[in-house]
């Protein structure tokens, strides 16, 4: 089952514009988001986090929204570079201990110089 | 800086062996963490282990996958009697333990079953 999605399997934005990337989850266990970077040939690389006692969590162009009520948290990449071109996979996990982590499919972003 | 490292990176087998593979996790994490990805879909949970402990492994995929981490160290999963629909990427990943650490991941190894 699906608890975690990401109904854009891919999204493509002009360097320097805004990208947004959408993320609703299903189960209201989940208390603890994350969001993870992929580049080819390479493991996912954790990019930042979000509890569900915040709304908003940000660190540097990224910052992530939780809309608990919604069950939806997007990431925002402003402005949006090249090298942020990658897949980027929504997680969450329930509790305070992250040992079951839901994964969505994921979504290509592709930032066009 | 040495993060989590796995081996092979690679492997093509034949229906109905078996194979193990190998993750080494960041030296301070005692949390590791196996997961298996398919092609267009994100990672899925299968075991994990708090030091040699193996805390959770129902979410393994059958009674063909089994892990193991005898010292607290570095951890092996095998698949026995190997099945085309095994085939996919296996990711290992790391993390301390107690409350929300992330978890870091290893390059993966990529199954390929004949």
């Known amino acids: 089952d699906q608890q975690v999605k990401q109904n854009s399997p891919s999204l493509s934005v002009q360097e320097g514009r805004i990208s947004i990337l959408n993320c609703d989850y299903t189960?209201?266990?989940?208390?603890?988001f994350l969001w993870y970077k992929k580049y080819p040939a390479e493991g996912p690389t954790f990019l930042i986090s979000?509890?569900?006692?915040?709304d908003k969590n940000e660190d540097g162009r990224f910052t992530v929204f939780l809309n608990k009520s919604a069950k939806h948290l997007s990431l925002h990449i402003v402005p949006s570079q090249p090298g942020d071109s990658a897949v980027y996979f929504c997680?969450?996990?329930?509790?305070?201990?992250?040992?079951?982590?839901?994964f969505g499919a994921g979504t290509r972003l592709t930032v066009k110089p | 800086d040495t993060g989590v490292s796995q081996n092979p990176r690679h492997k093509i087998t034949k229906r109905g062996q078996n194979v193990t593979f190998r993750c080494d996790p960041i030296s301070e994490h005692n949390r590791l963490y196996w997961y298996r990805q398919t092609l267009g879909q994100g990672p899925e949970f299968l075991t994990y282990?708090?030091?040699?402990?193996?805390?959770?492994k129902s979410r393994l995929l059958s009674d063909r996958f089994s892990a193991e981490r005898p010292k607290g160290s570095f951890s092996t999963l095998e698949i026995q009697r190997t099945e085309q629909g095994d085939s996919a990427m296996y990711l290992c990943a790391s993390s301390l333990a107690g409350g929300n650490y992330e978890q870091y991941f290893g390059p993966g190894t990529r199954l390929t079953v004949t």
């Open positions: 282990f708090q030091n040699e402990a193996q805390l959770e």
């Open positions: 979000i509890s569900s006692i915040k």
């Open positions: 997680a969450a996990s329930p509790g305070n201990n992250n040992n079951d982590m839901r």
């Open positions: 189960n209201s266990m989940f208390d603890y």
